[in-house]
């Protein structure tokens, strides 16, 4: 009876249909026209909206890289340690750029805006120098105080920083957690698969990002010429220029 009724409800052409592409993000359950037109739209759905979220991502980050510094590196000889990175909070431009025009993209947006801003923002307040040569010429420079000088360039990954905050299982946790509804269809999969790809992107930023441009000055207080001709830096400071980070 039930097989009767569906082919009374359907024409031929519409029960059997060929499969949506393997890369579309839904699959049909069955090849019934309705079940694939629906995958297919759904995907198409989604496919805009993961584009429109990560291009807010990838936007936002670009304004922290552009206008971040780096404050109070100590400075000892050729060595520079610890220092606090500041750099605008990524959670409002996300929001601001990120897709809104539904409720539910809107729900999704925030969710995501939220946890990468907040996982960021701990990871940015983790970042230290660890005690690397930025100065050579520190060591022994011969006048009473050196003059602002660059930092060696080095990628970002020679800092110390803590980003378990920013790990894929941590978004995840987050998102869903201030998404506050965890039987939402479709959620979970999307915060996973943005979760990993920040992710992925966020590890090779680290390697590809110079740290640079981070002016050094301090005292030599045992320059005496001509008895001590020159003398090491102690106790000076790095500050790093607006976009030191490139």
Known sequence: MARKIYDMAFADQEK??????????????????????????????????????CGAIWSAVNIWTSTATIQGVMIFGPVATGGMVVGPPLTPLILGQGPKTT?????????????????????QSSIKVPGLPWYPAFAAFPAPVAPPMPNIPMPLLTLVSVDASLAPGALKGMMMGTFGDPTALH???????????????????????????????????????????????????????PGCFT
């Open 103 to 123: 409720p539910m993209e809107m729900k999704y947006t925030n969710a995501i805006a939220t946890a990468i801003g907040n996982g960021w923002l701990t990871w």
């Open 187 to 241: 959620a979970a999969d999307l915060f996973d698969a943005v979760s990993k790809a920040f992710n992925t992107v966020f590890t090779m930023y680290k390697t590809t990002t110079i740290v640079k441009n981070v002016l050094g000055t301090g005292p030599i207080p045992t320059f005496a010429p001509p008895v001590v001709p020159v003398g090491p830096v102690v106790g000076g400071v790095g500050t790093g220029l």
């Open 16 to 53: 059997a249909v060929p499969p949506n592409q393997p890369l579309n993000l839904f699959r049909e359950s069955t090849l019934n026209k309705y079940h694939v037109d629906t995958a297919k739209g759904m995907g198409e759905k989604f496919e805009k909206y993961i584009e429109g979220i």
